[in-house]
């Protein structure tokens, strides 16, 4: 039975011990992803190894700061990585597309759709999306955590039944990887422990993010409804184990929850677009967090902190300043004011337009 699948590379996947890129391992994994498209799957790649692959193509005057630095390397190595791409999948006469995205490509609902209408029609059109973030423009404070990020808000987007995210590590160990006994966490669910006192946060060698931001975006993406794997890109025929034996691969799989409506997938991955924050009662919080589908009532928020019109998105804190949720208000700072003491007055934030963060 075909599917969609939403497959994330990682840095430390498509570079070699020098540096560069290692063509090998990125053909081998284009074999496979070549295999699932041919099969009538649905594939979007989202690719890291810009950096890595401008490091070797250039030196780069000492003088220069890290954001700069990172644009140049960026620029000139995204040339040499699509091309290769290219190359690799014109092997299996299957055609591609580059999109480079930055977080900013979502900040409104309007964009957001665009996208998703851009994805559509290149796998419409038999084409295999390839996606990485625009690291020559993405140099502000409004950057994803790293494409670990950016893959789940696609996968989120697009309804994909599967999200793989492959690094150089086996998956979520019990303990610290490089210790004699820890072993990989097999499976992962909403009922499931806190489980980021086990993880390293030490960050790879070429990417910005590191195991705890996998583990996070994996749980958030779950909890959409999409089936996530982290697994070990380098393995050989990973890709296709995971599709066909995933029982038999040693990886960690984060269980999905509740498929979302759409609109709460472009508010879960909307953070760091919110407007204004709204501070909540215990009383609150433990409405929205119960099993019932619950709005925010104004006769809930004890604070406001910054203003905002119709539509824009709300961050929600209880009084521990712990953020709950997200959601977007139904009218404007002034009328919340102005009605804010009448329990009947319609909720702030519907329940369709919230997302929790925590439930």
């Known amino acids: 039975m075909s599917a969609k699948i939403t497959i994330k590379i990682g840095s430390n996947v498509l570079a070699s011990k020098t540096g560069g890129l290692d063509e090998e391992r990125i053909a081998h994994l284009v074999d496979q992803i070549a295999k699932l498209h041919k099969a009538g799957n649905r ?3 989202v690719s890291s190894g810009a950096v890595a692959s401008g490091r070797t193509m250039i030196k780069l005057n000492k003088k220069i700061d890290m954001v700069s630095a990172r644009q140049v390397l960026s620029s000139v190595g995204q040339v040499k990585l699509v091309n290769l791409y290219t190359q690799l999948f014109d092997r299996h006469q299957l055609k591609i597309a580059q999109i480079l995205v930055t977080k900013e490509d979502f900040r409104t609902r309007e964009h957001y759709l665009n996208m ?35 893959s789940g808000l696609l996968a989120s987007m697009m309804g994909s039944d599967e999200l793989f995210i492959l690094s150089n590590v086996d998956g979520i160990f019990d303990g610290d990887p490089n210790m004699d006994g820890s072993k990989v966490i097999r499976s992962i669910d909403d ?21 705890l931001t996998k583990c996070r975006i994996a749980q ?12 070990n890109g380098t393995k050989e025929n990973v890709i296709l184990q995971l599709v066909e034996t995933p029982e038999l ?13 759409s609109i709460k997938k472009w508010i879960a991955y909307s953070d760091g677009f919110a407007n204004a924050e709204i501070v909540i009662n215990s009383g609150a919080e433990q409405a929205l967090v119960s099993d019932k589908a619950t709005s925010l009532l104004l006769p809930g928020v004890v604070e406001f902190k910054g203003e905002f019109e119709k539509g824009d998105l709300l961050r929600i804190k209880n009084e521990d300043d712990v953020v709950v949720g ?24 519907h329940y369709d337009y919230l997302y929790l963060f925590v439930k």
């Not at 997200?326 to 004011?337: L, N, T, V």
């Open 43 to 45: 594939v979007i790649l």
């Open 220 to 231: 958030k993406t779950a909890e959409s409804g999409i089936s996530v794997r982290i697994a």
């Open 326 to 349: 997200i959601g977007r208000a139904q009218y404007d700072f002034e009328k919340a004011q102005k009605h804010l003491f009448e329990k009947k007055y319609k909720p702030l934030i």
């Open 116 to 150: 998703k209408n851009c994805l559509t029609s290149l796998l419409d059109n038999d084409i295999i999306p390839i996606v990485n973030e625009n690291d020559a423009v993405s140099v502000t404070a409004l950057m994803f955590t790293d494409n670990d990020e950016l």
């Open 191 to 211: 009922s499931s422990s806190n489980i980021s006192k086990y993880i390293s946060t030490t960050k790879s060698d070429f990417g910005r993010g590191g195991m």
């Open 249 to 261: 691969f040693v990886h960690t799989h984060f269980v999905p929850g509740t498929k979302k409506r």
